[in-house]
T-cell receptor
């Protein structure tokens, strides 16, 4: 079955870059997604990348995709304390209109 | 404003009681989803519905039931058969043919 894996925790200092990694299993996913969850709240779509792209940049966010290794990463430049949250990657389940989410990476940004 | 609402934000129940969580959307989305979130386990899919009057089991459907009588509404009932119901429940929706999902604010259910 589908399995999306992420490291559980990342701690950085304010102003540093953060890199959150994800490995996925479904090589036929058309899009891969990054979501952000703040404490006690729902998930907010941050960005997504089309599977035929290697990289997508959106302001402070850079998504890198390595299809050969089924590896996805999210880089946050100039990380701020407001970026502290849980970040989930998600892959599509081909043929079904649903997503499989990773376990989430808790990002802690210290001043 | 378009969006997804879940109510209530916090819900407390005694063991053995059924409880229904509300999810409403005004995004005109066809598909709706229910997830359960436990610490350190990410999101697990309970049920989803791609169209009115139709729904499919997700990965952890046992002890839960849903209905989809209206496009806007997808209520989830946590039955007394659910062995460990205390969790954070998230509802989401997506437009037909698109996988991108929009989430509600969640309901935290505590059963004692």
């Amino acid at each position: 079955g589908e399995d999306v894996e992420q490291s559980l925790f990342l701690s950085v200092r304010e102003g540093d870059s953060s890199v959150i990694n994800c490995t996925y299993t479904d090589s036929s996913s058309t899009y891969l997604y990054w979501y952000k969850q703040e404490p006690g709240a729902g998930l907010q779509l941050l960005t997504y990348i089309f599977s035929n792209m290697d990289m997508k940049q959106d302001q402070r966010l850079t998504v890198l995709l390595n299809k050969k290794d089924k590896h996805l990463s999210l880089r946050i430049a100039d990380t701020q304390t407001g970026d502290s949250a849980i970040y989930f990657c998600a892959e599509e389940v081909t043929g079904f209109q649903k997503l499989v989410f990773g376990t989430g990476t808790r990002l802690l940004v210290s001043p | 404003d378009g969006g997804i609402t879940q109510s209530p934000k916090y819900l407390f129940r005694k063991e053995g009681q059924n409880v229904t969580l509300s999810c409403e959307q005004n995004l005109n989305h066809d598909a709706m989803y229910w997830y359960r979130q436990d610490p350190g386990q990410g999101l697990r899919l309970i049920y989803y519905s791609q169209i009115v009057n139709d729904f499919q089991k997700g990965d952890i459907a046992e002890g839960y039931s849903v209905s989809r009588e209206k496009k806007e509404s997808f209520p989830l009932t946590v039955t007394s058969a659910q062995k460990n119901p205390t969790a954070f429940y998230l509802c989401a929706s997506s437009s037909e043919g698109f996988y991108e999902q929009y989430f509600g604010p969640g309901t935290r259910l505590t059963v004692t």
